[in-house]
């Protein structure tokens, strides 16, 4: 042991060696058993100051501040404590205690939480660590780590049933698929978990029939005004009526006219043609709609209510198969789209003129008499004339927000392809809906998709699909 530790530490306790006493200083410092205890005294000191540096390290640890993201309860989760961005790097061994019943676990190789978790709540994970300066048999230390599992939200919504004992009460939720001449319908129509939540009814409603002897097919759908206290009838009643109308059009009109002026115009044989078939779908098409309004009018005088309690908009397709293709036919009030998707899915026709932007982001019922007295009117008529199509869809407001958010992407044939992915399982569910075929199974799945999570979008959900 130095004479220099041996002075410096007489030195810290006022012990001063004077000249006088050089020569019993070196014999003190040369003394083997003198040397033995300032060894000593240098390796306590040695173990006072590791043994602080320890205990410090650990304090700095418990007390560092470590954020992980937020989990929701039911969604798969995963989350990574870097080692390394955290300084952690002397840490030799980890587990973690407090996540098997949240239905997650960790990973001490990669220091990864991952799992879905089984419930919500505000939970301290116990981090527990070992040091590489400590022995293997220490016992660990502790380190506690906050994590916040949200609840899922669709748990927080009730499902109250509609009161069945109310006027015009209505399932809340159906489904059906069915055999339309050549094609199949697949169509689903749910009550939205706003309106689950008060217990209030499905205002969205829909209608379609195949007419055998005519080969004409009519399909409509309606969306009753969420502020109006009879919607859901409103909605029943204009497309129902609409079915109603054509089916006694069909059984008294002979449609072979309207056979012949599409065959000449198909072959370029007449004069005039697409003008009188401009003409036939106004005023056919046109008809039909104000009966369903005068229905509606007396409908709300014989209740004593006003009709604006019946507000509901209102879109509907008449469909027939000829040899030389598909003829389809349109109405629209309304924010409800109608999209013809052609036979190898590269291109959209949007079928009828959402009332969506011009009036600033008020829509249109079938209840208003102003819109048949409108300028606008002629352009609430669609007519397309198709060799073949893949899809022809009718859909409410509670699919368009959500998955095409916008009017312009209506017309994009990009967004139309992710909705077709969305149908054919591409969602978190993998709810994949069946086409092209007539069974409850494709109902059922169709209903089942309409059950999809869009955080905003809790409207009413309808959609009818001819594939």
Known sequence: MGKKYIRELFAAKNIIITSSKDQLFETFVNDEQNQRLAQQILENQQKLMDTWQYKSRLVDIQQQ????PNATAGKPYQARLDFRQLNWTD??????????????????????IQGTPVKSGDIRLKLKFRL??????????????????????????????????????????????????DRF?????????????????????????YFEP??????????????????????????????QYFEQYFNTVPSGDFDALLQEHVAGTGTDTQKKITRFVYDNLGKAAFTVHKKLEEFAANQQVSIKDLHSTLIFVLLKKYAFGY??????????????????????TLMNRLDVGEFGGGTRFITMPEIFTSD??????????????????????????????????????DTWKEFLADLGGKNPENTVVPTGIASPEAARSLSAWLDFWSPGNHDDRTLMIVS
């Open 327 to 348: 003829v389809i036919m349109s109405f629209g009030v309304g924010d409800c789209p109608i999209g013809l998707l052609n036979r190898d899915c590269s291109e959209i």
């Open 91 to 112: 840490i030799s061994w980890s587990a973690m205690e407090g996540l098997e019943e949240y239905g997650l676990q960790y990973n001490p190789q990669t220091g990864e």
């Open 65 to 68: 501040q470590v954020v992980i």
């Open 185 to 209: 319908v697949t169509v689903a129509s749910k009550r939205g978990r706003s309106h689950a939540n008060v217990g209030s009814f499905r205002d969205d409603d829909y209608a379609f029939r």
């Open 132 to 181: 590489a300066t400590a022995g293997e048999g220490t016992a660990p230390n502790e380190k506690l780590i906050p994590l916040v599992i949200n609840p899922d939200p669709k748990s927080l919504w009730k499902d109250i049933p509609g009161d069945q004992a109310a006027p015009f009460w209505k399932p809340d939720s159906v489904a059906e698929s069915a055999l339309l001449g």
């Open 376 to 413: 606008k009117f002629p352009t609430r008529f669609g007519f397309k004339l198709v060799p073949d199509f893949s899809y022809l869809m009718l859909m409410t407001d509670g699919i368009y927000d959500p998955k095409f958010v916008v009017e312009a992407n209506l017309e994009k044939i």
């Open 214 to 243: 005519s080969g004409w097919s009519v399909l409509a759908v309606a969306d009753g005004a969420g502020s109006a206290k009879l919607s859901r009838e409103g909605a029943r009643l204009a497309c129902t009526g609409i079915v």
